[in-house]
Nanobody, 124 residues
């Protein structure tokens, strides 16, 4: 069974940084587009960013552009989310997701493999 496991969440003050990791057991990892989503209490799950199979292209939500950076290491079956200049409104559970090959990437329904999530809390 394919697993995605997020780690690196925690409590940080506004302006601080965190780095999330998503370790997967996906076979042929380099054939999967990967994404990060987040969900705050009472809100819908929202797109944070995505990275192509090769890792050469990334896309971000406007709310995180310039502050967050996604990367992947295909040799380690791992994706990362570097979060800088964190704001209280970034507080949410962060999920990594995977979809086979390319295609639409910014909706939860575009992905069929999900991690369990990691909590990120930013205090003001």
């Amino acid at each position: 069974q394919v697993q995605l496991v997020e780690s690196g969440g925690g409590l940080v003050q506004a302006g601080g940084s965190l780095r999330l990791s998503c370790l997967t057991s996906i076979q042929s990892f380099s054939l999967f587009t990967l994404g990060w989503f987040r969900q705050a209490p009472g809100k819908e799950r929202e797109f944070v960013g995505a990275i192509t199979m090769s890792g050469t292209t990334t896309k971000y939500a406007d709310s995180v552009k310039g502050r967050f950076t996604i990367s992947r290491d295909n040799a380690k079956n791992t994706m990362y989310l570097q979060m800088n200049s964190l704001k209280p409104e970034d507080t949410a559970i962060y999920y990594c997701a995977a979809r086979y090959l390319s295609g639409s990437y910014n909706r939860p329904q575009d992905y069929n493999r999900w991690g369990q999530g990691t909590q990120v809390t930013v205090s003001s």
